[in-house]
């Protein structure tokens, strides 16, 4: 259908929708104008399906009349309750089963990974990450340096964007994996950067990096449940996500993360273990000696935080009903049509950011509003009064994700009449 920039446009994209029912099944939140915010945040914290609170109360209900007892004979019970998510995650991030596991948080996943992965040498040392890393990956990248008694100068590499370009060239990231190569023990990108909301050709970089004999892992935390993945095909060794983003698991939700099958049984492999990673079949029989369970749950270290896994439930099931497919043919037309009113009606006064491929970006545009970052943030400001939800990202980028699972194209109209309003009062 033909795109125009009027409200009927966007009425009759949501018609044709046929994800559009899913939008019922979640909570938005109150806005001080309206009675619903219009909600562009999912990037950060995703909505609460309406399904979380009963599944909650099942639990706490549990607890209250078995106690103990629930770990064994709760109608889910406690002891394998994280396996009740293996099957959907494993579809969500295109991995087999035993590839994949939820628990702890993406920083301490990502540590354990690296304390099994990043095997440095005299001569293989290095950590490749990307400038402007999330934070928490470039802290965790240089502690584990440090830790092996390496240091950042020596042993970090970080490909930078090219002056004044905002995203990075995969020409270059691969000219730095081909030339550093020898010297690089782990390869360590984004599926999808925080800032910018470029997407890395996953595949591609994984292959390369293993030809040059580097370990490679993804921080998927702007990936998992924003595009269609497919870890155990593409091949990286590991990856680690959060899942209170796209995948809608609560504030700090438990994260999750990946090992390739070919490690399964590395025994040789080390770890920092815990008992929960312990052969399942002699876990209670308490003895001393350490023995993995195959696979990515080997790296478990504690029982199941089921408060906080019963959320994942409910929220994985709606990805298991709309699926992954789906979601993303919606996701592109919905990022798409954002595009295509920003450029037509908003082109002297927001920058796009993010590639303008679609293959090169999940849902996430990132803006840079025009003025100077004072304008900005004035801008910015004057969305939020006018319950908009989005984020800002110093210094000057508003971050927006229109996320397929619960916003409309009306959603996005109203997003940019709105930002149009700002704009003008704030050139
Ligand atoms: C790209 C990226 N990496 C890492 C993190 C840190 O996650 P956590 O606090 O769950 O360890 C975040 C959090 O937003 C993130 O966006």
Same mark, same amino acid.
């Given at each position: 259908m033909s795109l125009d920039p009027t409200r009927p446009c966007a009425e009759a994209l949501? =018609?044709?929708? /046929?994800? $559009?029912?899913?939008?019922?099944?979640?909570?938005?939140?109150?806005?001080?104008? +309206?009675?619903?915010?219009?909600?562009?945040?999912?990037n950060s914290l995703g909505l609460q399906p309406k399904k979380t609170a009963e599944l909650l109360a099942q639990e706490l209900r549990e607890w209250a009349d078995r106690a103990v007892h629930a770990h064994m004979a709760a109608r889910r019970p406690w002891v394998p309750y994280h396996e009740l998510l293996t099957e959907s995650t494993a579809r969500i991030v295109g991995a087999q089963p035993a590839e994949v596991v939820n628990m702890n948080?993406?920083?301490?996943?990502?540590?354990?990974?690296?304390?099994?992965?990043? =095997?440095?040498? /005299?001569? $293989?040392?290095?950590?490749?990450?990307?400038?402007?890393?999330?934070?928490?990956? +470039?802290?965790?990248?240089?502690?584990?340096?440090?830790?092996?008694?390496?240091?950042?100068?020596?042993?970090?590499?970080?490909?930078?964007?090219?002056?004044?370009?905002?995203?990075?060239?995969?020409?270059?990231?691969?000219?730095?994996?081909?030339?550093?190569?020898?010297?690089?023990?782990?390869?360590?990108?984004p599926g999808v950067q925080y800032l910018s909301g470029q997407a890395f050709d996953m595949a591609r970089l994984t292959a390369l990096a293993h030809k040059q004999g580097c370990i490679v892992g993804f921080d998927l935390a702007h990936a998992a449940g924003n595009l269609p993945l497919a870890l155990h095909d593409w091949g990286p060794d590991f990856a680690v996500w959060c899942s209170y983003k796209y995948l809608n698991g609560g504030p700090g939700a438990v994260a999750g993360c990946f090992v390739h099958e070919r490690h399964a049984r590395a025994a040789q492999l080390p770890r920092f273990a815990g008992w929960w990673g312990h052969d399942k079949a002699r876990r209670f029989l308490m003895e001393p000696q350490f023995e993995a369970i195959p696979g990515a749950e080997g790296w478990q270290l504690s029982n199941p935080p089921v408060l906080a896994l019963a959320p994942l439930i409910a929220s994985f099931e709606l990805f298991d009903a709309a699926g992954m497919g789906p979601l993303r043919a919606k996701s592109e037309?919905?990022?798409?049509?954002?595009?295509?009113?920003?450029?037509?009606?908003?082109?002297?006064?927001?920058?796009?950011?993010?590639?303008?491929?679609?293959?090169?970006?999940?849902?996430?545009?990132?803006?840079?509003?025009?003025?100077?970052?004072?304008?900005?943030?004035?801008?910015?400001?004057?969305?939020?009064?006018?319950?908009?939800?989005?984020?800002?990202?110093?210094?000057?980028?508003?971050?927006v994700a229109p996320v397929p699972l619960y916003n409309s194209y009306v959603d996005v109209w109203e997003l940019v009449e709105i930002l149009r309003q700002a704009t003008k009062e704030h050139p």
């Open positions: 949501d =018609r044709d929708d /046929p994800l $559009r029912a899913y939008r019922e099944r979640f909570h938005f939140p109150k806005g001080a104008r +309206r009675a619903e915010a219009l909600y562009f945040a999912g948080s993406l920083t301490v996943n990502l540590h354990l990974m690296m304390v099994s992965f990043y =095997r440095p040498t /005299p001569a $293989r040392h290095c950590i490749l990450i990307e400038r402007g890393a999330f934070p928490s990956d +470039r802290y965790a990248v240089v502690s584990q340096l440090q830790f092996h008694g390496f240091s950042s100068e020596d042993s970090l590499i970080e490909i930078a964007p090219r002056d004044g370009e905002d995203c990075l060239r995969g020409e270059d990231i691969e000219a730095a994996i081909e030339r550093e190569g020898k010297r690089i023990a782990l390869v360590m990108l037309k919905l990022t798409g049509y954002l595009e295509y009113l920003l450029t037509a009606r908003l082109a002297d006064r927001v920058s796009i950011v993010t590639p303008r491929d679609p293959r090169r970006r999940g849902c996430q545009l990132s803006l840079r509003l025009h003025g100077g970052a004072a304008h900005a943030r004035r801008a910015f400001d004057d969305l939020l009064r006018r319950d908009v939800v989005c984020d800002w990202r110093e210094p000057d980028i508003v971050r």
